[in-house]
């Protein structure tokens, strides 16, 4: 596995890997219309590009394939965090998480976390600062809003 910088031509796939891995992932915490409301198949790829370069963005890529993707901001907010649902549970998420933190120099690393990846940031030493509802396309999910202090 190779981890490098996003570039604009990543754009496409991302929004795939994206729609994919939360229809496949979080199937088990989330019912069909929370999924289709959190990842309808139709992002606004000129504002993803957008924000993905404006932000510290990395792709993780194996054999020439995308299998994860992650984004920081300069205020220490990890935005976006996601593998290949083909790749799971293979310390892809743990490497882009590991160079995301150490992008800027801030004293916390803040994220919204599904019910999903929660564990995950648990595991990481993050704790959960509250649960709250999210509204997207009118319906409510569920996230948890969790810090990790460096």
Known sequence: MTIRRYKSADCVVLAKLFYDTVHA?????????????????????????????????????????????????????LDRLF?????????????????????????????????TAKPFFLSRGYELIKEQQVCRAGVLLTNFVMEKQL
């Open 83 to 115: 593998v290949h649902k083909d790749y799971q549970r293979r310390g892809i998420a743990s490497a882009l998480c590991d160079a995301l933190e150490r992008a800027y120099p801030v004293d916390k690393i803040s994220a919204h976390a599904s019910i």
């Open 25 to 77: 992932v979080n199937v088990h915490d989330y019912t069909e219309e929370q999924l289709n409301a959190w990842a309808s198949g139709t992002v606004d790829l000129s504002q993803w590009d957008s924000s993905l370069s404006r932000h510290f963005s990395l792709v993780a890529e194996e054999n020439g394939i995308i299998i994860g993707f992650g984004d920081i901001d300069e205020s220490g907010y």
